[in-house]
């Protein structure tokens, strides 16, 4: 059986009776009422899936009736219902916003349909609102963290350049949070209620992406049984995250050239433009410029793309943010109870230079959790490879013995020997065949303790 609450407003007795039993007996719980203004004060305090009201009625109207839902609850659809003789106001009203229009004469079969129509649209613009809000809310989770001077400058620039509509190109090495960023913009703008939409332009073959971007008309290539949408279209009213924009070929970048000059797209195989209304953020971990230079990337997008440009620094560079991010990983992966890092650990983290950015040391942490149980982690803990970075022995038969003195011989080996044995220092003194105190003593005045 169907479900859904319907309200029918008609000032003929009749019509409400007809209307009410038909939809009754599909299972619908129905209400009538013969008067516009009546059905409105219901409407305060209490809420419909469905209004259907007649278009002609004394009192109140149904286009008045049809603005005084849209006020209660846009999301409620209206359905006119109308007589061959106002067939033009029914038209009207569906221009102002009504879901159908039906004429009295419609058959039974007709008006059901219609009415399914209307509450499947409902459930699913109720279902759209519900998953935008729980984006939001994994999004809120899932905050840019930094304290660094570096990240402050990127943090005053996007509260500054978020709120207006202009372009964005974010530059960043990979890993450096271009998409959540990106992301932040979004949620930061007037368009934080609407789609936020994102694609790699690399990640595609170019018939793909274009169909992918632009959307396609029935025929115009085989494959293309249907119309179909565009990511453009799509994300109408949000933001458009076109990440590696770098990678997109000549072909597309006019077209991508086209939507910032014109605001409009034409599909695949199509011939009238559509108009969008997106705000695009772009992003690339590529140098741009050099490929204008080398002519793969046309200069006239690099400059409509590049209107606000925002560098994501490297980790490497600001490495007073390593501590905080390193706590804001382990609270979010920690469901029970907190985990923490002795010094050591975190000074370990510290020096390593991140080549993959926020994302590796997120994967790092993670692994840290994963493979100890205990609460605090310590250095051995810390991956071998991130523990003895800098600290790799240069291997004694590449080097011309001749020139090394024997004190860089000696922390060569003492580096060599320590990285085998993972860095236990009793062990790592009984094959040196010294005791463990003058081992302390030479890790010391080599700068090696750990
Ligand atoms: N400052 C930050 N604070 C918290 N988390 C971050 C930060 N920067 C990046 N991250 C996290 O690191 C991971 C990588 O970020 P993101 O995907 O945005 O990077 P990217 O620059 O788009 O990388 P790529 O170029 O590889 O696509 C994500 O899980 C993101 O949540
Ligand atoms: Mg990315």
Same mark, same amino acid.
């Given at each position: 059986?169907?479900?859904?609450?319907?309200?029918?407003?008609?000032?003929?007795?009749?019509?409400?009776?007809?209307?009410?039993?038909?939809?009754?007996?599909?299972?619908?719980?129905?209400?009538?009422?013969?008067?516009?203004?009546?059905?409105?004060?219901?409407?305060? =305090? !209490?809420?419909?899936?469905?209004? /259907?009201?007649?278009?002609?009625? %004394? @009192?109140?109207?149904?286009?008045?009736? $049809?603005? &005084?839902?849209?006020?209660?609850?846009?999301?409620?659809?209206?359905?006119?219902?109308?007589?061959?003789?106002?067939?033009?106001?029914?038209?009207?009203?569906?221009?102002?916003?009504?879901?159908?229009?039906?004429?009295?004469?419609?058959?039974?079969?007709?008006?059901?349909?219609?009415?399914?129509?209307?509450?499947?649209?409902?459930?699913?613009?109720?279902?759209?609102?519900?998953?935008?809000?729980?984006?939001?809310?994994?999004?809120?989770?899932?905050?840019?963290?930094?304290?660094?001077?570096?990240?402050?400058?990127?943090f005053d620039l996007v509260a500054r350049a978020a709120p207006t509509?202009?372009?964005?190109?974010?530059?960043?090495?990979?890993?450096?949070?271009?998409?959540?960023?990106?992301?932040?913009?979004?949620?930061?703008?007037?368009? =934080? !209620?609407?789609?936020?939409?994102? /694609?790699?332009?690399?990640?595609? %073959? @170019?018939?793909?992406?274009?169909?992918? $971007?632009? &959307?396609?008309?029935?025929?115009?290539?085989?494959?293309?049984?249907?119309?179909?949408?565009?990511?453009?279209?799509?994300?109408?009213?949000?933001?458009?995250?076109?990440?590696?924009?770098?990678?997109?070929?000549?072909?597309?970048?006019?077209?991508?050239?086209?939507?910032?000059?014109?605001?409009?797209?034409?599909?695949?195989?199509?011939?009238?433009?559509?108009?969008?209304?997106?705000?695009?953020?772009?992003?690339?971990?590529?140098?741009?410029?050099?490929?204008?230079?080398?002519?793969?990337?046309?200069?006239?997008?690099?400059?409509?793309?590049?209107?606000i440009?925002?560098?994501?620094?490297?980790?490497?560079?600001?490495?007073?943010?390593?501590?905080?991010?390193?706590?804001?990983?382990?609270?979010?992966?920690?469901?029970?109870?907190?985990?923490?890092?002795?010094?050591?650990?975190?000074?370990?983290?510290?020096?390593?230079?991140?080549?993959?950015?926020?994302?590796?040391?997120?994967?790092?942490?993670?692994?840290?959790?994963?493979?100890?149980?205990?609460?605090?982690?310590?250095?051995?803990?810390?991956?071998?490879?991130?523990?003895?970075?800098?600290?790799?022995?240069?291997?004694?038969?590449?080097?011309?013995?001749?020139?090394?003195?024997?004190?860089?011989?000696?922390?060569?080996?003492?580096?060599?020997?320590?990285?085998?044995?993972?860095?236990?220092?009793?062990?790592?003194?009984?094959?040196?065949?010294?005791?463990?105190?003058?081992?302390?003593?030479?890790?010391?005045?080599?700068?090696?303790?750990?």
């Amino acid at each position: 059986m169907a479900s859904g609450k319907i309200m029918i407003i008609d000032d003929e007795e009749s019509m409400c009776q007809f209307l009410s039993i038909m939809l009754r007996k599909e299972g619908f719980d129905v209400q009538t009422y013969t008067s516009g203004r009546v059905a409105l004060e219901k409407l305060q =305090a !209490d809420s419909f899936d469905l209004v /259907i009201t007649d278009i002609h009625m %004394p @009192e109140m109207d149904g286009l008045e009736v $049809l603005s &005084g839902v849209k006020e209660s609850d846009p999301t409620t659809p209206v359905v006119i219902l109308t007589a061959y003789a106002s067939l033009e106001t029914a038209i009207e009203a569906v221009n102002r916003g009504a879901f159908h229009y039906l004429t009295k004469q419609a058959k039974n079969e007709e008006i059901k349909m219609v009415v399914k129509k209307a509450l499947e649209h409902r459930r699913l613009r109720k279902e759209n609102r519900f998953l935008k809000k729980q984006l939001r809310i994994q999004h809120e989770t899932k905050k840019m963290i930094g304290k660094s001077p570096m990240m402050n400058e990127v943090f005053d620039l996007v509260a500054r350049a978020a709120p207006t509509d202009s372009t964005m190109l974010i530059h960043g090495e990979s890993g450096t949070g271009k998409e959540l960023i990106a992301k932040e913009i979004h949620y930061a703008s007037k368009r =934080a !209620d609407g789609p936020f939409v994102s /694609i790699n332009c690399g990640a595609l %073959p @170019e018939t793909l992406l274009e169909s992918e $971007l632009f &959307g396609h008309v029935r025929g115009s290539f085989t494959g293309a049984v249907k119309d179909k949408e565009g990511l453009f279209a799509v994300a109408c009213g949000g933001t458009f995250f076109l990440d590696e924009v770098g990678d997109c070929s000549p072909a597309i970048q006019v077209k991508l050239l086209r939507v910032l000059q014109e605001r409009e797209i034409i599909p695949v195989g199509g011939t009238r433009p559509i108009d969008v209304d997106v705000r695009v953020v772009a992003a690339t971990n590529a140098d741009l410029e050099l490929g204008i230079e080398e002519g793969r990337f046309r200069a006239d997008l690099y400059y409509r793309l590049n209107v606000i440009p925002l560098t994501l620094p490297p980790l490497r560079n600001r490495k007073d943010d390593i501590p905080l991010l390193v706590d804001h990983f382990l609270k979010s992966l920690s469901a029970n109870g907190e985990r923490k890092l002795t010094p050591d650990a975190l000074e370990l983290l510290t020096q390593y230079d991140w080549p993959g950015n926020v994302r590796e040391l997120e994967n790092i942490v993670e692994r840290m959790v994963i493979l100890n149980e205990k609460d605090v982690l310590e250095g051995d803990d810390v991956p071998p490879r991130i523990r003895n970075f800098g600290n790799e022995p240069v291997t004694v038969e590449d080097q011309d013995l001749g020139s090394m003195s024997l004190q860089d011989l000696e922390k060569q080996h003492l580096i060599r020997i320590l990285n085998d044995v993972g860095w236990q220092k009793r062990k790592a003194s009984s094959i040196l065949g010294i005791n463990t105190s003058t081992l302390y003593r030479k890790l010391q005045r080599y700068g090696l303790e750990q």
